[in-house]
């Protein structure tokens, strides 16, 4: 996940999935605070959010071979690196993990210690500006691009098809926007209730929402597969989707020549 670095983050130990009462109205920020409490704060905040890693780590029996590479743009804490390692502790893979946030690198190099069947390269980087990664394998963007304007997203789908080998797939996830009001309202609802029922109070619930104004974009998702078209990949298909929550999967080429 990408965005801008605080400058004046509060240090002081943060209270799991209520860290969103810290920020203001459209000031959400990946900072320290964050990464200190990102795997218990994104599994109570996105729905299905451990299913949807299982369902990626399950996808790389086939898209990920011996000596693989596997690209995540956002990677966060690298729990999807280490989940599909621990799916496959003997095949040996190259790893590359883009993130902003030096402190989530520095989480991810913790939880990805002692896995020795990854080379992992991290880079602190913003993944709008040009990629100089080997050919890909898999790359992820999960729950990264909806930080992005479209043309933005356009962009960075863009350099990874570039960087991605012929037989090459990607993988994204994020929180779309249901085109009619009448489902935008009952997803948004039940998202509510999915974070009530994992332990965040409806105070910390509509404190991240404020937070996130101006700060995540979620567009429908026809504007999520056309972005995937023009950007040059092929064959997009849903993987996964609960309400306002979409996995989509596409190839680079159509016949993987």
């Not at 590359?96 to 602190?124: C, F, I, K, N, P």
Request: net charge negative; glycine share 6%; hydrophobic share 45%.
């Amino acid at each position: 996940m990408q965005n801008t670095p605080a400058s004046t983050a509060d240090t002081s130990a943060p209270e799991g999935p209520d860290i969103a009462e810290r920020f203001t109205t459209g000031g959400w920020e990946f900072t320290p605070d964050v990464a200190a409490v990102f795997p218990e704060h994104v599994r109570a905040s996105v729905p299905f959010y451990d299913a949807i890693q299982d369902l990626v780590a399950e996808a790389s029996d086939w898209l990920l071979p011996e000596d693989g590479h596997l690209v995540d743009l956002g990677a966060s804490t690298g729990t999807t690196a280490h989940r599909i390692a621990q799916r496959h502790p003997a095949r040996h893979l190259r790893v590359t993990l883009y993130d902003r946030e030096r402190a989530m690198l520095d989480r991810a190099a913790e939880t990805l210690a002692g896995v020795s069947t990854l080379h992992v390269d991290y880079r602190q980087a913003d993944i709008r500006l040009p990629m100089d990664h080997d050919p890909a394998d898999l790359t992820l963007a999960l729950f990264t691009l909806q930080f992005l304007s479209l043309g933005d997203r356009v962009r960075v789908l863009r350099q990874a098809r570039r960087a991605a080998s012929s037989t090459g797939a990607l993988i994204v996830a994020e929180k779309v926007r249901p085109p009619d009001s009448r489902w935008a309202e009952i997803a948004n609802d039940a998202s509510h209730d999915w974070k009530a029922s994992h332990g965040i109070t409806d105070t910390a619930i509509r404190a991240k929402a404020r937070a996130l104004r101006g700060v995540l974009q979620p567009y429908p998702e026809v504007a999520l597969v056309q972005a995937v078209h023009d950007a040059g990949w092929c064959c997009p298909e849903v993987l996964f989707r609960w309400h306002s929550w979409l996995v989509l999967g596409a190839f680079a080429t159509p016949t993987g020549l």
